[in-house]
């Protein structure tokens, strides 16, 4: 055996048949090592691909998108922000839908008096005539000025469509004098005029040429009031972004055609009275 000095390794290929051990690599260093791609932030612009998660069920981006705000109908409210000046169209249906219900009402108020006192009703009845027309007065004198000085401020035909009216400083319920005022300055009084028979050809055409300024007047101020809104210092309002409904629209249509057959039939009368008269009494003798 060969001696080797102390310390040095043995050669290869040695007696012993034993190989030299490999040589191994060196640990690579931290800055050596391969770095993995940095993680992508994720993008906060949808699209419209589906979005995928990670995890089934992990709820996916919030997304709370805005509606567009919707053009305001009107001029707006100084003061009461929501709200708008009423427009004509709608006040003008719940003054009717309010008439009708007052008619009716004053007009079965007027037949039970009728039969417990024996008045009788037709055509020709003037007393019966004067009956209804104190009822109805004061039944309407009564319907709107408790509902416009009321916490609600509105008759229940503008509760139907959204109205309010009060004063047009500080939208508070209308005090009892603007509203009186208010109240007759829309006309009512004059269906007093059944009172004095001579007089309700005049008295009704007035009240229909009232009713038509009145109108007028309405349409044509910025803020809606018409004459009786100015004298009593009222304005009515509604909310904004309230569309035309059903209701009101197939009202203005019912209207409409009411006014025209009441047009068609005063000028039948009036150009074609004696005709008209002559096939009625054809009419009657024939049946």
Known sequence: MEERPPGEPPESGSD???????????????????????????????SAEPVLTEQPGAPGPEVSWAPPPLPVQGREVP????FVFADTPRRFV???????????????????LSAVFTIEVDRSSTLFY????????????????????????????????????GTAFDGRPLEMGPALLRWALLGYPLSLSYLVPAT????????????????????SSDTRQGLHDRAAGSAVVQPANV????????????????????LV??????????QIEEILREVGESV
Request: net charge neutral; glycine share 10%; aromatic share 8%.
């Open 200 to 219: 309700v050809n005049v008295a009704s055409l007035l009240e229909f040429v009232w009713v038509i300024v009145l109108l007028v007047s309405t349409i």
């Open 16 to 46: 012993d048949g034993t190989s030299p051990d490999a040589p191994t690599q060196p640990a690579p260093l931290p800055w050596e090592r391969p770095q993995s791609p940095p993680d992508q932030p994720r993008s906060t612009i949808i």
């Open 265 to 274: 039939s005063i000028v039948g009368l009036i150009f074609l009275g004696g």
């Open 79 to 82: 003061g009461a922000p929501g």
């Open 243 to 262: 569309g035309r409904g059903a209701l009101v629209t197939g009202c203005l249509a019912l209207v409409v055609v009411v006014i025209v057959f009441w």
């Open 94 to 112: 719940a003054w009717v839908l309010d008439s009708v219900v007052i008619g009716l009402a004053s007009a079965v108020m007027a037949g039970v």
């Open 130 to 165: 004067a009956v209804f027309s104190i009822i109805y007065v004061g039944l309407s004198l009564l319907y709107f000025v408790l509902s416009w000085t009321s916490s609600r401020r509105a008759t229940p035909g503008m509760r139907a469509l959204n109205l309010q009216v």
